[in-house]
């Protein structure tokens, strides 16, 4: 028996077990541990109010043509404390001011086995955490190959969760809410169609992962500045309730080359028993470096419409003309082609956009479709399929720099890659001087179908390196990027604000290719945004749709997007004619403000409703939006986010009582009332509904009449 006692401690001893080390976060309500198990295996837990959130879960690498991988085996050698508190200033944001205010635990390792040093860095903030691998300069360790990242989320319960399939190609899915015992069996259904897709795995799921506990905890697991490094989708061991990281692999099947000293993105776990807070975080970015773009007095909001959902819809298309069934760029002569009559960019449609845009006082026109190579631009695996530079025939490319100059508006153009990444790559920079010389400040990229090179994914380190690359190209020549089919935002936006948009999940496209879940959209700030704005091309006012498909919105819930589906692009997508028919809705947004001083979170459960209000910076003018799900509700506005000793009218636009997503959606009212901020609302959403609501400090002459709210 004696023996066995000594030969345990020596075993213990040299897989080097410590005492757990424990962080608080700055407000004491979370709590992290980190230890090293029986065998040396790095381990954390996280607790929020005593709470367990996140037991004991492993840490660590399995490498490629590796005998001693970075799994267990490892000791101690030191780790440092400290704590930080900074409020800094976002280019554009839900707020003029961040603050960053965490605890930091640094803890470095050795792997016994081999000598090689991984360092482990955690930050505790009142929201949540994160951490991220750290690998520096060393003898033992230069280039290195990773098969997997063994990262473990463990779970305290069977929670319910709202989630998407594990996919390499797209995150353009329907989310499905399920307990995560139940994402086994319902994995099939979630799969819908898509363009380019590779689900991986019965009970793989995609990041931001938002979850709700028995008890009431939400918690959320993403990522944050992912640079150099696979996207990370978590696979769930359904009988221990454990997720383990699953890194995007590349052609090879390998998941990530690094050199050192290197870094992994963070790993991030937003928690709290209010899922306003969820909302409210600013983790994602906090954990992304300051801006790189030192001079960024070109980087600025833009409310646009555009040339695209009549094409979405097939009333006007892409491409020129209908006679060619192959296009050879430099080969192709389309003056000696018949056009097809339905070609949407068009120097005299697009003119139509213009006008309208600057009478009603937006910023931009977005026109797609303008350049050559449509008529066989997708599903061939065709290298050289655009470049970006040669106008169609029947587009005059100068001449609409010029018209839209003396109107006042800026064009935003389109570069469709066809996932032709290599083709992009050797045009940009020639792409993006025809965009100085012609005047467009902002790029709309697209990356449909199968990437090419073939055989890599929409996800793996070689395309995040990619689009990383576009952005920090773009900056060179002072011009914003709103990146569509590319990986999910990870809060990358601080670092280069130039990135003023993704598309990156299941946008209004989808309202026309039979429509999304009502409540799709209660979902997407607790998720996707997570990791920063969305080009989501709300405004949609005509429901029954051209080619047959039904948007599943109301009118009034299609207004409140625009404040409660963040992003400073933002486009007014319908047809000009539609806005025309209900003007006194179409005012809304065209008052709504694009950047914001300050957001306050009024209401919040995902899947079911959502509740903010926002001030507009620079201004005394605020903003609510509601955004509701399947079922009608009720709802409750304390308006005590106004100054006190002030009077305001608030234009209230809102769902009609008989109003429905599907059988009523255009049933709206306007109303306005007088408000402080003693003031509470109580207002009815529809089934798919909502309402949206300008207050702004009105006159006495303006208020009289005017009912006042209590």
């Known amino acids: 028996m004696q023996l066995k006692i000594r030969l345990l401690i020596l075993f213990l001893g040299w897989f080097g077990i410590v005492s757990a080390q424990e962080i608080s976060s700055p407000n004491g309500e979370l709590k992290l541990a980190f230890g090293l198990d029986a065998s040396g295996a790095p381990t954390y837990q996280l607790s929020y109010k005593n709470q367990t959130v996140i037991q004991s879960s492993r840490l660590g690498f399995d490498l490629k043509n590796d005998t001693l991988d970075l799994i267990q085996g490892f000791r101690v050698v030191d780790s440092e404390e400290s704590s930080h508190d900074e409020t800094w200033q976002p280019v554009w944001g839900e707020e003029s001011l961040i603050c960053d205010h965490h605890q930091e635990l640094l803890v470095h390792l050795e792997h016994l086995g081999s000598k090689r040093k991984m360092d482990i860095r955690f930050r505790l903030f009142d929201s949540g955490l994160g951490f991220r691998y750290e690998f520096p300069v060393q003898e033992n360790m230069g280039h290195f190959v990773i098969t997997e990242e063994l990262t473990h989320f463990a779970m305290s319960g069977d929670h319910t969760a709202f989630w998407i399939p594990g996919d390499y190609d797209t995150q353009e899915y329907d989310y499905t809410e399920s307990k995560l015992s139940e994402i086994r069996g319902l994995m099939e259904i979630a799969i819908t169609p898509n363009a380019s897709q590779t689900p991986f795995s019965k009970t793989g799921v995609q990041t931001a992962l938002m979850m709700k506990s028995e008890s009431g905890l939400y918690i959320n697991i993403h ?16 009988e221990r309730m454990v997720f383990v990281s699953h890194l995007t692999p590349d052609s090879q099947g390998d998941k990530g080359y690094l050199v050192t000293p290197a870094e992994t993105p963070w790993r991030t776990v937003i928690v709290s028993d209010d899922a306003r807070e969820i909302l409210a975080s600013r983790i994602t970015y906090n954990l992304n470096e300051p801006s ?3 001079d960024t007095s ?43 009559g339905k070609h949407g960019a068009t120097t005299e449609n697009v003119k139509k956009y213009i006008d309208f845009a600057s009478e009603h006082g937006f910023d931009g026109v977005l026109v797609e479709g303008w350049n050559i190579g449509w008529e066989d631009w997708f599903g061939n695996s065709k290298d050289y399929v655009f470049d970006f530079l040669t106008p169609y025939p029947d587009f005059d490319l100068e001449g609409i720099s010029t018209y839209a100059k003396e109107k006042g508006i800026q064009m935003i153009i389109h570069h469709e890659t066809s996932s032709s990444v290599r083709n992009y790559e050797r045009h940009l920079d020639d792409a993006y001087q025809l965009m100085k010389k012609y005047g467009y400040p902002a790029v709309k990229s697209g990356y449909v179908g199968d990437i090419i090179p073939r055989g890599e994914y929409h996800y793996s380190q070689w395309l995040v390196n990619h689009y990383q690359y576009a952005i920090e190209k773009a900056a060179e020549y002072q011009i914003m ?3 569509h089919e590319a990986v999910r935002p990870t809060g990358v936006a601080r670092t280069w604000p130039n990135l003023i948009a993704n598309e990156s999940a299941r946008g209004t496209e989808y309202q026309a290719f039979g429509g999304s879940k009502a409540n799709h959209v209660t979902i997407l700030p607790f998720t996707r945004q997570i990791g920063g704005p969305m080009d989501y091309t709300p405004g949609i006012f005509e429901m029954d749709v051209f080619n047959g ?35 006194d809705a179409f005012k809304f947004i065209k008052d709504v403000a694009l950047d914001w001083e300050k957001s306050v979170y009024l209401e919040a459960e995902p899947g079911y409703y959502l509740t903010i209000a926002r001030k507009a910076k620079d201004s005394t003018e605020w903003f609510v939006g509601n955004v509701n799900g399947f079922e009608g509700r009720i709802g409750e506005v304390m308006f005590d986010f106004l100054d006190e000793g002030k009077t305001y009218l608030a234009e209230i636009y809102s769902d009609r009582e008989d109003a429905h997503f599907k059988t ?8 306005k009332v007088s408000v402080d901020s003693k003031s509470v609302l109580k207002q009815y959403s529809a089934p798919g509904g909502g309402y949206a609501i300008r207050i702004r400090e009105a006159s006495k002459e303006e208020l009289k009449g005017v009912k006042k709210l209590r």
Request: no cysteine; glycine share 2%; aromatic share 12%.
């Open 298 to 340: 070109w980087i600025k909001p833009m409310k646009y419409v555009g040339v695209w959902w009549e094409m979405i819809t097939g009333q006007s298309t892409w491409s020129y003309t209908d006679e060619l069934k192959a296009v050879k760029l430099g080969v192709t002569d389309f003056s000696k082609v018949k056009p097809n």
């Open 549 to 583: 498909s039904h948007v599943n919105s109301t009118l009034a819930n299609q207004l409140a997007l625009y404040i409660t589906m963040y992003s400073p692009l933002q486009m007014a997508a319908d047809y000009p004619e539609n806005y025309m028919r209900f003007p």
């Open 664 to 671: 009523n959606p255009q049933a709206y009212e306007i109303r």
């Open 292 to 294: 790189k773009i030192e």
């Open 223 to 238: 990522e944050a500045a992912l640079i150099d490094y696979p996207a990370m989708h978590l696979e769930l061991d359904d």
């Open 481 to 483: 990027v709103n990146a």
